[in-house]
C-alpha cells in the first residue's frame, strides 16, 4: 500500500489553489474567506470545500452565494494551473468549526464560574 496517495496530493493543491482564486476575485459582497480544509473522493470527480468567514450571518450569506456563483469560474481556473485531465466538481461548505469551539469554551467557562461561586 502506497504511503500517500494520489488524491491527497490534489487535495492539498486545491486548497492552495482555490485559496489564491479566492484572493483576486473582485465581488465586494465576497467577505474575508478562509478555505479551511478539502476534502476530495478517492476517484477525484468531487471535492468538498470548506470555508470560513469573518463576519455576521449576512456576510456568511452573502460570502456562499458567490462562492456558488463562482463554481464554474473557480474550476476554469483550476483547469487552467492544475494539469488534471478533469478538475472535480466543486461544493462550497460553511465551516462553522471555530464558531463552535468558542461555543463549547463559553459554556465550560460558565460552568468554572458556577463551581467557583457554589463553593463560596
Do not use: N
Amino acid at each position: 500500500m502506497l504511503p500517500y496517495k494520489r488524491s491527497e496530493r490534489i487535495r492539498k493543491l486545491l486548497q492552495e489553489e482555490i485559496s489564491k482564486i479566492l484572493r483576486d476575485i473582485k465581488d465586494p459582497k465576497l467577505g474575508f474567506v478562509t478555505v479551511t480544509e478539502v476534502k476530495i473522493s478517492d476517484d477525484l470527480s468531487v471535492s468538498r470545500v470548506f470555508y470560513s468567514v469573518l463576519g455576521d450571518e449576512k456576510e456568511r450569506s452573502d460570502t456562499g452565494k458567490v462562492l456558488s456563483k463562482a463554481t464554474g469560474y473557480i474550476r476554469h481556473c483550476l483547469s487552467c494551473s492544475l494539469e488534471l485531465r478533469k478538475v472535480p466538481d466543486i461544493e462550497f461548505i460553511y465551516d462553522d468549526t471555530a464558531e463552535r469551539a468558542v461555543r463549547i469554551y463559553s459554556l465550560l467557562d460558565g460552568i468554572k464560574d458556577e463551581e467557583k461561586t457554589s463553593r463560596k
